[in-house]
């Protein structure tokens, strides 16, 4: 009979474990969740600031302001219309980009000092 109580005692114990470390279902999804909090802080939202200054640049480009593409050719703004700019990227030649197309801006101001 002894060898029976020791058998059944290692087999069942007393008070059984909670299992979760006192957290419930929640202590699964925290890790999940400070991950995805570290990666909108690191890449999603410095990403959408760029977004949204590059597009302020884009929509303040003026005639007489030089620009590059997104292509690398280098000019300067000619006409302004809605969406679409006329660069001046040689003497007397005159390309029509939409303003998407433009990745950077300098006015003549930094151009003439420089």
């Known amino acids: 009979m002894k060898l029976q109580e020791i058998i059944l005692a290692q087999a069942v114990p007393e008070s059984a474990p909670d299992g979760g470390g006192g957290f419930g279902g929640i202590g699964f999804f925290l890790p999940l969740i400070a991950l995805f909090l570290l990666m909108y802080a690191i890449i999603i939202r410095p990403q959408q600031r760029q977004q949204k200054e590059h597009q302020k640049m ?46 950077s801006r300098t006015s003549l101001e930094k151009e003439a000092s420089s």
Not at 82 to 99: G, H, P, Q, S, W
């Open 58 to 103: 884009v929509a303040a480009v003026q005639r007489g302001d030089s620009v590059v593409t997104n292509g690398g050719i280098h000019g300067k703004v000619t006409g302004v219309a809605d969406d679409v700019l006329t660069v001046e990227i040689a003497e007397r030649v005159r390309v029509k980009l939409n303003r998407s197309a433009v990745a």
